[in-house]
């Protein structure tokens, strides 16, 4: 016969029920209660907590939740290409003078030092057109832009190597019309059987450069501290461009320049979806 001693259990009951109406008074005594009421000898686990001195703000995500429709549609009046045309020494000298003049006054872009006025460019431009090209770039009927070419150097043997410069409305920056006048200007190098486009940057000019190099040219040498501007002595960084291809023997002349047909490059295209047609209009096979 096996007698079982209630007294034993009544206590601890009792115990567990008081211990539950005051509430544990610290973290050991939590830990020990939880301890005798699961009857576990095993420790129990505690966690190590961070400092809270300074409070972590909360991560947010970076990327938008994506858009039913789709991507965001480009809309076809966010770029308008410039027109491309030859430059006319009596219509559009006075704009090229105006753009011209700041790079002058307030640059190391350009190594002269008093601008040039509306004669003087239209002397140039009738002059370089001679043999070599000089566009203007027009956005809503006014200039914004020019670009040219002229002779790398008078020597006879250079004949097949040209300079090429580009200046674009400060306010136009960024916003193809650089790219628009030097894609037309390449173009009608290669016409005229020119083989090689030289470029002098004054250095720095991470924009100039950027833009040379994304047509292809690569940097061929440097002249150290060859000019002296806005109280300064500058470094005039030379790129070079292949524009077509060089065999042995004598290459065929050069060719005198065209003028190009006046040009507006394709708009990148819309993204735009195709509209849905409604219900019971779809368009017949």
């Known amino acids: 016969m096996v007698v079982i001693d ?14 539950r109406m005051c509430g544990p008074t610290d973290r050991a005594s939590r830990v020990s209660s939880t301890r005798d009421r699961a009857g576990a000898n095993r ?3 505690t966690t190590q907590q961070k400092p809270s001195s300074t409070t972590e703000p909360a991560r947010t995500s970076r990327h938008k939740p994506a858009s039913p429709l789709g991507p965001r549609p480009i809309s076809p009046l966010a770029y308008i290409p410039p027109v491309v045309r030859s430059a006319d020494p009596v219509r559009d000298a006075a704009a090229c003078a105006a753009i011209y003049d700041e790079f002058v006054r307030d640059t190391a872009t350009s190594f002269e030092e008093s601008p040039p006025g509306a004669d003087e460019l239209a002397a140039r ?17 006014r200039v914004v832009g020019f670009a ?12 097949w ?14 916003r ?3 790219r628009a006048l030097y894609g037309a200007l390449f173009d009608l190098l290669r016409t005229q059987q020119l083989l090689i486009a030289c470029a002098g940057i004054t250095l720095p000019n991470a924009a100039s450069v950027a833009l040379h ?51 507006r490059p394709a708009p990148p295209p819309s993204r735009r979806p195709p509209p849905l047609a409604p219900p019971g209009l779809e368009p017949s096979a």
């Open 176 to 178: 193809g019309v650089g």
């Open 43 to 45: 420790p129990a686990r």
């Open 213 to 263: 190099e994304s047509f292809g040219f690569v940097p061929v040498g440097v002249y150290r501290q060859i000019g002296y501007k806005l109280g300064a002595w500058r470094d005039v960084g030379w790129w070079q461009l292949e524009l077509g291809r060089r065999r042995d023997g004598p290459p065929p002349p050069p060719r005198r320049p065209a003028p190009p047909t006046p040009r």
């Open 125 to 141: 431009i009738e002059t370089i057109s001679q043999t070599h090209p000089w566009l203007v770039a027009e956005d809503g009927g």
């Open 161 to 174: 190597a040209a300079d090429v410069s580009v200046y674009v409305e400060p306010g136009r920056h960024r």
């Open 6 to 19: 209630d007294t034993r259990s009544e206590c601890w009951q009792y115990a567990n029920k008081l211990a």
């Open 148 to 159: 040219y070419g002229s002779p790398h150097h008078v020597r006879a043997a250079y004949r």
